[in-house]
């Protein structure tokens, strides 16, 4: 239920950019969510289509992208992706550091938005 205010926050800013456009629908909102982020595709949508009931959103569906996990080495600096389908210590390609420091991963962001 946590992806309740997270798709009521991103409602509110698809609906500020389309009034500030003259949008008459929206039709699809494209984000970019994180690896790490426990939001789900299926909830996302499902929340997304009851709170947009009866506006100019209504309808939209939720394009999805997820983006990797993407870490740096406190040690060496390397930036790299991580894999997290194993469930090993992470550890840092270049020096083999498991010192890191996660830079993305859990981050949610509206790409763009298809109207009309």
């Known amino acids: 239920m946590h992806e309740l205010p997270v798709i009521s ?3 509110k800013i698809v609906l500020k950019h389309a009034n500030d456009h003259n949008v008459k629908q929206v039709v699809a909102v494209h984000l970019q969510v ?23 959103a209504e309808g939209a569906r939720l394009v999805i992208e997820r ?6 080495c ?13 469930n090993e210590k ?9 010192k890191n420091t996660l830079i993305s991963g859990r981050e949610y962001f509206i790409k763009n938005l298809e109207a009309i």
Request: proline fraction near 4%.
């Open 34 to 56: 994180g690896e790490l982020s426990d939001l789900e595709d299926k909830w996302m949508q499902q929340y997304f289509d009851h709170l947009s009931k009866g506006g100019i």
């Open 74 to 86: 406190t040690d060496c600096g390397h930036t790299y992706v991580a894999d997290l389908k194993n």
């Open 67 to 72: 983006t990797p996990v993407v870490m740096k």
């Open 9 to 11: 926050s991103i409602l």
């Open 90 to 98: 992470l550890k840092c390609p270049e020096c083999a550091s498991e």
